[in-house]
């Protein structure tokens, strides 16, 4: 029984759609003190991130708090008008950039993390208004595991914290 070319390149392109949804999935946040404020429009954030993982390097952390900010800035909805300053301190307790070989080759080997928490302060009295934990992973095999690299899995990280402090579901 022969399957339609049609029909053949429509499941392969389902396939791909799934598997690009993987790594772009942003995951949710699990609370560990529930967040007391929303970052508005007009607020001012600065994102430092720290870790006690000695592979992610002083760029990566650099380039990651940049990714971060930009994409509160991005998210944040329309405010009260009072504006307020946040710094979000997030502390990457897992990173591994894995590898897209050994995915290719071994499905659910070479896996990427990106784990880590994030503490929620207003400023400039440094008062904690919620903290949450953002766990990401990938470890999809086959080509497709090629395309996906950390920078994907930082951008995705990102968007996860700013939608979480923005409250965007």
Do not use: W
Not at 15 to 39: D, F, G, K, Q, R
Not at 40 to 64: F, K, P, Y
Not at 79 to 102: A, H
Request: aromatic fraction near 6%; include cysteine.
């Amino acid at each position: 029984m022969n399957i339609p070319s049609a029909l053949r390149h429509l499941s392969l392109l389902a396939a791909a759609l799934v598997l690009s949804n993987c790594a772009t999935h942003t995951p949710n946040a699990v609370y560990i003190t529930p967040l007391t404020a929303v970052i508005s429009q007009g607020d001012g954030v600065s994102t430092r991130v720290s870790t006690t993982d000695s592979r992610m390097s002083e760029a990566e952390r650099q380039m990651l708090g940049e990714r971060i900010t930009q994409a509160v800035q991005t998210l944040a909805q329309p405010g009260s008008g009072t504006t307020k300053q946040y710094e979000l301190e997030v502390n990457i307790t897992r990173y591994t950039k894995g590898s897209g070989f050994i995915r290719t080759a071994m499905p659910g080997m070479g896996q990427m993390h990106l784990d880590g928490v994030v503490t929620v302060y207003q400023m400039p009295k440094r008062v904690p208004v919620g903290q949450f934990m953002i766990n990401k992973a990938f470890a999809i095999g086959g080509l497709y595991s090629l395309a996906v690299n950390m920078n994907t899995i930082a951008n995705t990280y990102a968007q996860a914290v700013a939608k979480t402090v923005c409250q965007v579901r």
